[in-house]
């Protein structure tokens, strides 16, 4: 990609000018376009004809990049014609677009922008005065124009900047935001060219159109193939909601513990809705090893309408995995870890195992292989027997059930995956469609039932008591046992058998030891020892509401029934 620091450019003044240096680059080194204009990495304009009302923003779950350029550009070949100018339609404030400026930047900045107008040019002076006692502004500094309206634009803003920025105005206790005053001027100056073209140009053909904030809405793809990331660097993707974070941070802090000091690792984190403060305090842990980097990327609540059977209590982010097809075809490999388990070995080797060709590769769940056995009854009543639904509903034989996989660590063979984004859009259907009981782990085995790599199965061995491998084939028994003498990841997955829930479960020290290395460990260590106040509260609500009628009937009843309320509040 050609950045805005080649040919003639303004790149070294970006942190005043802000995109506005790309929009400066367009100007000065585009010579053949017939429309130029501004979007960026957070605002484009939304160009799908739909009916355009309510927000001027419009904030969408998922942005598929390849989607809105094909569309892009089919409109523009369909209405290119029809139009001088699209902008963003008015926003309208609180506040006047003056009382806006003035209530984060200095005042100086807008008496001498009011002062350049009048000196050089006049003939914007009474559209200025307008927009800035009028609450309306078109926000983002985002338009496309015809390259006459482009030009005489650029040349026209520029030379206000310019003599704004030159203005010997004290400056050098700006904050961040304020440091960035030419960008917010040049807000309020698109909203004054336009009016004044609105206003003294009968002719002007101006489209209005709302604006897409993709600032939080998962954007696919992230990484294509056109990105080159180095072959060495180790690909690891996690995901979390806020309950799982400080878990996430155990087991990352027990990847580096272990890992090659050697090799770079990415990790790419996949969250739902997280502040970006406690992503900052989990980055400063992750990146305090040296050649790491941590990626967090906001997925916000695509699978929210997705099946969540009522014996499972897992967040949706489960189904975050199936994103990683869309979002990262540009990358050889990828290593996918729950965020409940702990890396007890250097995780580059598994990283670079060879699985001879597999588009996946994973460790058999080998509980889940009890249904060879016999009826295996669950508590859902959708599913009165996980064998029969092994077979009718994911379609898998004996063979394919002896071999069903955990999904809680998976390595991912892009290379060997033609068509990796149609995958994607396959598994996503999936999800947000259908019923499976154990979700993202039977969508997978489904569709790659044939294609999978068997992992050592060390890589991936449960803390659940042993008993729980009782009904397991004898073959497949000793093999899970065997692993369990020398686990190389030790996985938390049954739901009771969590080291955080203040009770002794196997394997916890490996947790607790990850943990306490981590800025999370008191925040978990508080809700581990915290006494459980749901009987309090509930006692509590029963003693009033009992209460209440009983000192109605009986009044003499009112001071010891008091007293109770009282005890019951201080118990809970």
């Not at 350029?69 to 309208?92: C, M, Q, Y």
């Not at 993707?237 to 090799?263: G, I, N």
């Not at 995780?347 to 060709?357: F, M, N, P, V």
């Amino acid at each position: 990609m050609i950045g805005d620091d080649t040919g003639t450019n303004i790149s070294s003044r970006n942190e005043a000018f802000n995109e506005l240096t790309a929009l400066y680059w367009a100007w000065k080194n585009d010579e053949t376009s017939d429309f130029l204009g501004l979007l960026h990495y957070r605002r484009l304009l939304d160009l799908t004809e739909q009916p355009q009302k309510g927000d001027v923003e419009r904030r969408p779950n998922e942005f598929f990049v390849a989607d809105w350029i094909e569309h892009t550009e089919n409109w523009l070949k369909a209405n290119g014609s029809d139009w001088d100018i699209v902008v963003p339609r008015l926003h309208r404030m609180g506040r006047t677009v003056e009382q806006n400026f003035l209530a984060r930047h200095s005042d100086r900045e807008w008496r001498t922008l009011s002062d350049i107008i009048k000196k050089d040019h006049s003939e914007y002076s009474i559209s200025f005065q307008l927009v800035g006692k009028s609450p309306d502004l078109r926000i983002g500094n985002l338009s496309l124009m015809h390259r006459s309206f482009f030009d005489r634009y650029c040349t026209w803003l520029f030379d206000i900047l310019f003599k704004l920025e030159a203005a010997q105005l004290p400056r050098n206790n700006y904050n961040i935001n304020q440091a960035r005053y030419l960008g917010h001027v040049a807000e309020r100056l698109l909203t004054v060219f336009i009016f004044h073209e609105q206003q003294n140009n009968p002719s002007l053909r101006l489209k209005e159109v709302s604006i897409l904030n993709i600032g939080d809405t998962l954007v696919v793809p992230y990484i294509d193939r056109r990105d080159q990331l180095a072959s060495e660097d180790v690909n690891i993707v996690c995901t979390a909601d806020r309950a799982y974070l400080p878990h996430a941070a155990a087991m990352m802090r027990s990847v580096l513990d272990h890992a090659d000091p050697a090799r770079p690792i990415n990790f790419f984190f996949l969250h739902s809705s997280i502040n970006s403060s406690e992503l900052n305090v989990l980055r400063s842990m992750v990146e305090r090893r040296l050649a790491t980097k941590f990626v967090p990327i906001n997925t916000g609540r695509i699978f929210k309408g997705s099946y969540r059977s009522i014996s499972r209590h897992a967040s949706n982010t489960t189904y975050n995995k199936l994103l990683l097809f869309a979002l990262f075809p540009g990358l050889r490999r990828i290593l996918y870890l729950d965020t409940d388990l702990i890396v007890l070995k250097d995780i580059c080797s598994l990283y670079d195992t060879d699985i001879s060709g597999a588009k996946i590769a994973a460790v058999p769940d080998w509980i889940m292989t009890r249904t060879l056995t016999g009826l295996t009854e669950t508590i859902d009543p959708a599913v009165p027997d996980l064998g029969v639904y092994q077979r009718d509903v994911l379609g898998l034989n004996e063979e394919q059930i002896a071999r069903y996989f955990n999904a809680g660590v998976l390595l991912f063979n892009f290379e060997e995956s033609s068509e990796i984004e149609r995958t994607g859009k396959i598994l996503m259907g999936l999800a947000k469609q259908n019923r499976y009981l154990f979700r993202d782990q039977d969508i997978l085995n489904a569709h790659f039932s044939n294609n999978y790599y068997s992992l050592d199965p060390r890589w991936n061995v449960f803390n659940a008591p042993q008993a729980s491998y009782g009904r397991v084939p004898k073959n497949l028994h000793s093999r899970a046992m065997q692993a369990r003498k020398d686990p190389w990841i030790i996985h938390f997955a049954d739901r009771d058998n969590k080291p955080w829930q203040s009770k002794p479960v196997g394997d916890a020290e490996h947790y607790w030891q990850a943990l306490s290395r981590t800025p999370f460990f008191v925040e978990v260590l508080h809700r581990a020892t915290k006494p459980d106040t749901r009987w309090g509260s509930n006692l509590q609500r029963a003693v009033i509401t009992t209460g209440k009628r009983l000192a109605e009937k009986v009044p003499t009843l009112k001071s010891p029934l008091l007293k109770i309320y009282y005890w019951s509040k201080w118990r809970s």
